[in-house]
């Protein structure tokens, strides 16, 4: 039986990934619980599993008495010196149980428990290997697509999550099968008791990540990102500052011959990437977030926290706003500050 009962666990350890010390830790609690069933619930049953040395040991554990009070926990010197012949009324005695002794409820109840168990332990198994991943980038592969809300499962390593539609990057057409970047938002236990894992394409960290990934410099230390705004599928703005005057901050973005950048463009199906140098200075760190502009001026509103005003020339004031409001509005995320653009002209005209 033995043998049996430790061939199955390393195939389930093998198949699950749950290591088989836990396996056999559930197993064993589950046992305890379904075996004192027939004892009213009384702590007189044990057991203990050892996965190295491959034993299973189950006991009674009895008070030897003259008379009989609890037939759950006792049990005569009569009875008690049928297994240990030298035993007298006061004795606690053991009484090794093989299988065969399990009742019929009390092997159900522990094949389900068991069940159970081992649902929870993998299920706790996967929520430590997404907690590790915690704000990570990880390769998933597109396993299914829902034809009608086009949320995706994915594989991640030997789990699964899904990838809502509205985390997926706008145009970007998954298939199955498609190998695949995401995020991981958060890691939290569900209402069922399980492991829900966020996860996301347009999440900003995806592009932080990426950069971490793509330039060396930043993976090193010597290049820091400072903040990221990101309207996926679109645009992103992203501040990187370097703390060695010798390297060039966009630069080592960018990489030779825009390799790097193009990557993490083609990774986020042709997002643009605006790659700004970070300052301490708030008028040149804006003056370069609303890039491509030009930009003239930038006085800080003293009466405003974080306000500022911005001169941009009269041909670029379209270009300093952007499509719909998107320059300006990414600029004012990446660097923190309240931007109000105006025109050289509508400036001298006020001035009038």
């Not at 649902?119 to 390769?139: C, P, T």
């Not at 960290?205 to 950069?211: N, Q, S």
């Amino acid at each position: 039986m033995n043998n049996e009962f430790f061939e199955a666990v390393k195939l389930l350890e093998k198949e699950k990934g749950v290591p088989a010390n836990l396996l056999c830790e559930r197993i064993q609690q589950a046992l305890i619980v379904a075996l004192r069933n027939d004892y009213n619930k009384k702590e007189v049953v044990f057991c203990e599993i050892n996965p190295e040395a491959e034993t299973m040991r189950v006991w009674l554990r009895k008070n030897v008495v003259e008379e009989i009070e609890d037939p759950d926990t006792d049990m005569t010197v009569e009875e008690a010196q049928r297994y240990q012949s030298n035993a007298i009324a006061g004795d606690i005695i053991e009484i090794e149980m093989q299988s065969k002794e399990f009742s019929r409820v009390a092997a159900q109840t522990a094949k389900h428990v068991i069940r159970q168990g081992i649902r929870e332990a993998e299920r706790g198994q996967i929520m430590e290997e997404f907690q590790k991943r915690y704000q990570e980038l990880v390769s998933a592969k597109v396993y299914r697509i829902n034809p009608e809300t086009g949320n995706a499962i994915l594989e991640i390593g030997k789990s699964e999550a899904m990838l809502p539609k509205s985390e997926q990057v706008p145009g970007e057409v998954l298939k199955e099968g498609d190998m695949i970047k995401v995020f991981i938002v958060d890691v939290r236990v569900s209402d069922k008791g399980g492991p829900k894992v966020m996860i996301s394409r347009t999440h900003p960290g995806l592009v932080r990540r990426l950069f971490e990934t793509e330039v060396p410099e930043i993976y090193d230390g010597i290049v820091e990102i400072k903040s990221v705004s990101r309207e996926a599928g679109s645009r992103t703005k992203i501040a990187v500052y370097s703390s060695d005057e010798n390297v060039d901050p966009v630069g080592a973005c960018i990489g030779p011959r825009g390799t790097r950048v193009e990557k993490i463009v083609e990774s986020l199906n042709g997002e643009k990437i605006d790659i700004i140098k970070y300052s301490e200075d708030p008028a040149e760190f804006i003056s370069a977030a609303l890039a491509p502009s030009d930009v003239l001026s930038v006085t800080v509103d003293s009466e405003n926290e974080k306000s500022c005003h911005v001169i941009v020339p009269d041909m670029q004031l379209s270009l300093a706003i952007g499509n719909k409001g998107q320059n300006a509005r990414l600029a004012a995320k990446l660097t923190g500050w309240k931007i109000d653009i105006q025109a050289e002209s509508g400036v001298s005209r006020e001035a009038e």
